[in-house]
Each structure stands twice: as C-alpha cells, then as structure tokens.
C-alpha cells in the first residue's frame, strides 16, 4: 500500500517544443553558454534523438508494470 515512484530519464527526444519556441533577443552574457549548446544540439544528427514515442511506451509499460522500477533511463544520451 502506498504511493509508488518511477522516475523516467529520457535522453534527446525528438518533439516539436524547441523548434515552437519563440525565442527572446540573444544576450551576450550567455554566449559561452546556452549558446553553445545549443549549437551543439543544433549540430546533432537526427538518429541522437529518440521518437516520442520511446518515452510514451516506457511510461505505459511502468504504469501496467506489477513491480515498477524506481528509475527508467532512455535512449543513447540517458544517465544510466
């Protein structure tokens, strides 16, 4: 009896939130940053980022599961 936890770790997931974003004037403090990462996401083939649909079938499989795991990482990128 209780309240039962699983933790999904996704990795690069493929979804339509960051090319949606409308994004504020770059500040130049951040350069060194974000804005080098986001090119090297920028610079990424298309195979690092796993479908939604990954992360939506993990989180199914979870739910259904008769004894959950705590953590389920996902994809290439996951912390494992």
């Known amino acids: 009896l209780g309240i039962?936890?699983?933790i999904v770790q996704p990795g690069l997931t493929a979804t339509?939130?960051?090319p949606g974003i409308e994004l504020a004037e770059p500040i130049a403090d951040y350069d060194q940053t974000v804005r080098e990462a986001q090119k090297g996401l920028a610079a990424l083939?298309?195979?690092?980022?796993?479908?939604?649909?990954?992360?939506a079938a993990?989180?199914?499989?979870a739910v259904v599961a008769e004894d959950p795991p705590l953590r389920v990482?996902?994809?290439a990128f996951?912390?494992?």
């Not at 993990?58 to 499989?61: F, K, M, S, T, Y």
């Open 4 to 6: 039962g936890v699983t």
């Open 16 to 18: 339509s939130f960051i």
């Open 45 to 55: 083939p298309p195979s690092a980022y796993d479908g939604p649909e990954l992360v």
């Open 58 to 61: 993990a989180i199914l499989a």
């Open 73 to 75: 990482p996902l994809g």
């Open 78 to 80: 996951a912390a494992s």
